[in-house]
């Protein structure tokens, strides 16, 4: 009977999930910033989440977005990425980015996954941050659009001069920088990148 019971809640759990993707309005406007979230762990970390529409077919977006080795070359405020080693899907790269107008280096190891169009990374050593994320990137049914969802995980490193909530706003900045820049590098000339409402 446990069985029973457990095989319909996980059945029940993913026909949900199956509406939620279904509700979601393609045909609305584009939006870099479509969404938002920050909810404080029992960790003390803080988990946010970003959503995007963006007018560009998943698999370039994907493509730009996986070319970790080369955002400094088109994410604003990035202004290193060095490929320190890979392995299948996992690459290491040394990247200096601007924390709140500061550099923070740092390495981080990412893992690819083209087939689901998932990307995830880990902090492995950094000045002031101790950061993972996941992006997914689905494909809009007609297969013109894109949809970026974002979890991010800040945790509070200690020993640098941002407190918790500075560090929260720098975040979205950079994620807002981060999906403007991988758009351009995906459409190149042709890319309109506008500013998010929610600026």
Not at 47 to 70: I, K, Q, Y
Not at 123 to 148: C, H, K, M, Q
Request: contains cysteine; aromatic residues 8%; charged residues 30%.
């Amino acid at each position: 009977m446990t069985r029973v019971v457990w095989i319909v809640a996980v059945l029940a759990t993913s026909f949900v999930a199956g509406c939620q993707r279904e509700r979601f309005d393609w045909e609305q406007p584009e939006e870099i910033l479509l969404s938002k979230s920050a909810v404080e762990q029992p960790d003390g970390s803080v988990e946010m989440r970003f959503v995007s529409l963006v007018n560009v077919p998943a698999d370039p977006l994907f493509g730009a977005l996986s070319d970790v080795e080369r955002h400094a070359e088109f994410i604003d405020g990035i202004t290193e990425s060095k490929l320190v080693s890979a392995e299948g899907k996992k690459k290491v790269i040394d990247i200096t980015n601007n924390v709140l107008g500061r550099p923070n280096r740092a390495r981080i190891e990412w893992t690819i996954d083209a087939p689901t169009r998932t990307l995830s990374f880990r902090t492995l050593e950094a000045e002031f941050t101790d950061n993972s994320a996941e992006y997914r990137i689905d494909p809009s049914p007609d297969g013109t659009r894109a949809r970026v969802t974002t979890v991010y995980s800040l945790r509070d490193k200690g020993g640098h001069p941002f407190p918790l909530y500075s560090l929260k706003t720098g975040i979205e900045d950079s994620y807002v920088a981060a999906v403007r820049g991988v758009k351009r590098r995906a459409l190149g000339a042709k890319a309109v990148v506008g500013p998010s409402k929610q600026e």
